[in-house]
């Protein structure tokens, strides 16, 4: 029983001890199903303005292909813009004020009858 109490001890600390690995609230997989090709994927505090974007593609997002978009501690909020700028095209999708906390994933669609670009958040 000594032992069995001492390893439950041991453990316990050893969570403690461990750094969190929890996911922040904030990352999120973006699935392109839009039938495009996506360049630029950028997300950006609605406080930052319009024109301070990063690119967080390492390469051109395919259709049916997915990212997983991870934020950093220093990024504040659940709120962000989000931008899409197509490869063969020079237009821009934008969405202002998405709680990225709310989701972990967001199906980008496009609709051909509307022209309209719009996500599904999972």
């Given at each position: 029983?000594?032992y069995?109490?001492?390893a439950?001890v041991a453990v316990?600390?050893?969570m403690?001890?461990?750094?969190s690995?929890?996911?922040?609230a904030?990352?999120?997989?973006?699935v392109?199903?839009?039938?495009?090709?996506?360049?630029f994927l950028?997300?950006n505090?609605?406080?930052?303005g319009?024109?301070?974007?990063?690119?967080?593609l390492e390469?051109?997002?395919?259709?049916?292909?997915?990212?997983y978009?991870?934020?950093?501690?220093?990024?504040d909020?659940?709120?962000?813009?989000?931008r899409?700028?197509?490869?063969d095209?020079n237009?821009s999708?934008?969405w202002?004020?998405?709680?990225?906390?709310?989701f972990?994933?967001?199906r980008?669609r496009y609709d051909?009858g509307?022209?309209t670009?719009?996500?599904?958040?999972?």
């Amino acid at each position: 029983m000594k032992y069995l109490y001492s390893a439950l001890v041991a453990v316990g600390l050893a969570m403690f001890a461990a750094p969190s690995i929890a996911a922040d609230a904030r990352n999120v997989t973006v699935v392109n199903e839009t039938g495009y090709a996506i360049k630029f994927l950028g997300f950006n505090a609605p406080d930052d303005g319009l024109d301070e974007w990063d690119n967080e593609l390492e390469k051109v997002l395919q259709n049916t292909a997915s990212t997983y978009v991870e934020f950093d501690d220093d990024d504040d909020g659940c709120v962000w813009n989000i931008r899409v700028d197509w490869q063969d095209y020079n237009e821009s999708v934008l969405w202002k004020n998405v709680n990225l906390c709310k989701f972990t994933a967001l199906r980008l669609r496009y609709d051909h009858g509307t022209k309209t670009t719009s996500f599904v958040a999972e």
